[in-house]
Every structure is written in structure tokens, then in C-alpha cells.
């Protein structure tokens, strides 16, 4: 079993443009949750995916977008990049008749310049 | 909405001594508790978690934690730690209903054991 992938692993963009994150949830896992992780702090929660749709979405701005493909795949769509989108962003799969406990891949290291 | 927090963002610590990391929630509905730890550069890795039953559970590594309904805290403590507990420790919940799947992490705390 891989786990939880995520690729890249690191990536530096430019502010103002545009960035996708990619993961593979942990076999079997049908929900992809999306966190981002600010140096110093906890991670905090984007949104989550679940039969191709968004089911539940935190406080984050529109600039944030995803998507979930039928292999539960999942993709992290960032527009318009601010030097404060500068995160590990870290996916997270589980199993939506499960009890929340989750499965983190090794994050993506985004640094905006 | 739930909230967590996490009491110390450093603890250091001498090892084989104990430890504890302590971790306070607020909920209007019921949850479920976790501790995850995370190391240099690295995800984060379930240590150990709360679902129901009994309030002492144990977890990888020697870590056990005890649920407190009434005080609301999910305390972290490992009875003698070793230089390789040095990570990040973060405590999270997870709503039984509605939030299920969503979680809410404190701001973590810092393990620094010492030789």
C-alpha cells in the first residue's frame, strides 16, 4: 500500500500565477481532503472531495478551487498566487463513512516569490 | 464550530523523563479526538485517537492520551521519551455530524527531547 501521494514535492511560482497540486488518496480511501500548513501554525482546512464534488469547504477564497477524478484522485487549483499562498499543502484521504480520521501524504512545499 | 487549543507551542525535555502535551477543545456537538505528530520536512502521522468507549487509549511509540469530558481536554503523555520523539505534536477534532472528515488542529506544540 503507497499511502497518501502527493506530487511535487516542492514548487516555487511566480506571484500572480497559477499553480495545481496533485494527490493520490491511500487505497481504498474515497474522500480527499485539502489542508494548507503556514510555517509555525497547524494545518488548516481548504476543502474536501467526495464523488467528484466538494463537499464541505473552509474559509479560503475562490482563488482556491479543486477537483476529484473517478479513480478518487484529487487536484489542488490555486489562481492568482499571493506571497501569503506560500504553504505546505498537505492532502489528506479517508473514508466518508468513517470517523474523520485521516491519512496525510508528505505535502507540497509552494513558495511564491 | 470546534476550536483547539494547544496549551504549550515548546516543550523540551530531558530524556527517558516523562511527558506531557496538553490539549483543550470547544464543541457544541461531539467529537472525535486525535494526535498527530509530525517530523522535519515530513506529513503528518495519526499517533493515536478517541472515538468513544474507553478515556485512556493508547497509541505507536509509547504515547497514550486520556479523554476528559468535563475539563473537555485530550492530554498527550508518554511515560519516558527518547531523542527520537523530537517532532511537532498536533491535536485535532473531528465532528461526529456535519464537519465529519473536516479537521480542526491546534497550533501544535514542539517536542525538544535532550540527550
Known amino acids: 500500500d503507497a499511502g497518501v501521494t502527493q506530487s511535487p514535492t516542492h514548487l516555487i511560482k511566480t506571484r500572480g500565477q497559477q499553480v495545481t497540486l496533485r494527490c493520490s488518496p491511500k487505497?481504498?480511501?474515497?474522500?480527499v481532503s485539502w489542508y494548507q500548513q503556514a510555517l509555525g501554525q497547524g494545518p488548516q482546512f481548504i476543502f474536501q472531495y467526495y464523488e467528484e464534488e466538494e463537499r464541505q469547504r473552509g474559509n479560503f477564497p475562490d482563488r482556491f478551487s479543486g477537483h476529484q477524478f473517478p479513480n478518487y484522485s484529487s487536484e489542488l487549483n490555486v489562481n492568482a498566487l499571493l506571497l501569503g499562498d506560500s504553504a505546505l499543502y498537505l492532502c489528506?484521504?479517508?473514508?466518508?463513512?468513517?470517523?474523520?480520521?485521516?491519512?496525510f501524504g508528505q505535502g507540497t512545499r509552494l513558495t511564491v516569490v | 464550530a470546534q476550536s483547539v487549543t494547544q496549551l504549550d507551542s515548546q516543550v523540551p525535555v530531558f530524556e527517558e523523563a516523562p511527558v506531557e502535551l496538553r490539549c483543550n477543545y470547544s464543541s457544541s456537538v461531539s467529537v472525535y479526538l486525535f494526535w498527530y505528530v509530525q517530523y522535519p520536512n515530513q506529513g503528518l502521522q495519526l499517533l493515536l485517537k478517541?472515538?468513544?468507549?474507553?478515556?485512556l487509549v493508547k497509541g505507536i511509540n509509547g504515547f497514550e492520551a486520556e479523554f476528559n469530558k468535563s475539563q473537555t481536554s485530550f492530554h498527550l503523555r508518554k511515560p519516558s521519551v527518547h531523542i527520537s520523539d523530537t517532532a511537532e505534536y498536533f491535536c485535532?477534532?473531528?465532528?461526529?455530524?456535519?464537519?465529519?472528515?473536516?479537521?480542526?488542529f491546534g497550533k501544535g506544540t514542539k517536542l525538544s527531547v535532550k540527550p
Open positions: 478517541y472515538l468513544s468507549g474507553s478515556t
Open positions: 489528506a484521504s479517508s473514508l466518508i463513512a468513517g470517523t474523520g480520521e485521516a491519512f
Open positions: 485535532a477534532v473531528s465532528a461526529f455530524k456535519g464537519s465529519q472528515g473536516n479537521l480542526i
Open positions: 487505497s481504498g480511501h474515497d474522500t
